[in-house]
């Protein structure tokens, strides 16, 4: 029996937390290793255990993974979270593409100076509403199923809803316009796994806190 998937990451979202969900949605326990100090992150880079000195790594079927786009390919491949053919995979990927894009966003947010929050803020929700939610909300409707793509669950769904939830944070009504979201969040929230982890106490992380900020960018050696 291979043990479960160990993921090595600092102890908050980033980029690990879309894996994260996805692993959860698939109903696939796993570890976590956190990276507390610039320390772990080189000791573990020392190891020879990350292809490009980079985190996120996730171990798993035997592997040291990193790259999240190919780590959440393979999950979703492996936990049939891709759909049945090529079309509906690249579609997954055009939808999960647009996603880490609004991701990217999300997740450099707090990470802004102070001065330049508001801005970015006005920026990130412009791009929600007026690029990316627009063209899910078009997609539900044209499709008229349940599910962005086919009629089961994929990694699509998955972070979309992650993305919802997110942009919500920032904006606790930027989904007023857009009905066939609300609906699907309310649907696949309520999808059984994602419902457990939707629940306190599960590995779901939440927002940063101001005064953690420091410690991630010592971390990665990134100046503000
Ligand atoms: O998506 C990916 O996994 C890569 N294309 C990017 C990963 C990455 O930028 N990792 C940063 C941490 S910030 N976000 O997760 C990282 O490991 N930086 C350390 C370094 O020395 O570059």
Known sequence: MPGKPKLYYFC??????????????????????????????????????????????????????????????????????????????????????????????????????????????ANIVDKATNRYFPVYEKVLKNHGQDFLVGNQLSKADVLLLEALLMAEECKPDILAKFPLLQSFKARISNVP???KFLQPGSQRKPPIEEKDIPKVMKIFNVAQ
């Open 12 to 121: 908050g979202r980033g980029r690990m937390e879309s894996i994260r969900w996805l692993l959860a949605a698939a109903g696939v326990e796993f570890e976590e290793s956190f990276l507390e100090t610039r320390d772990d992150l080189l000791k573990l880079e020392k190891s020879g255990a990350l292809l490009f000195q980079q985190v996120p790594m996730v171990e798993m079927d035997g592997m040291k993974m990193v790259q999240t786009r190919a780590i959440l390919s393979y999950i979703a491949a492996k936990h049939n979270l891709y759909g049945k053919d090529l079309k509906e995979r690249v579609l997954i990927d055009m939808y999960v593409e647009a996603l880490m894009d609004l991701d990217e966003l999300l997740m450099r947010h707090p990470f802004q100076p102070a001065d330049k929050r508001e801005q970015d803020l």
């Open 193 to 195: 796994t994602i419902k």
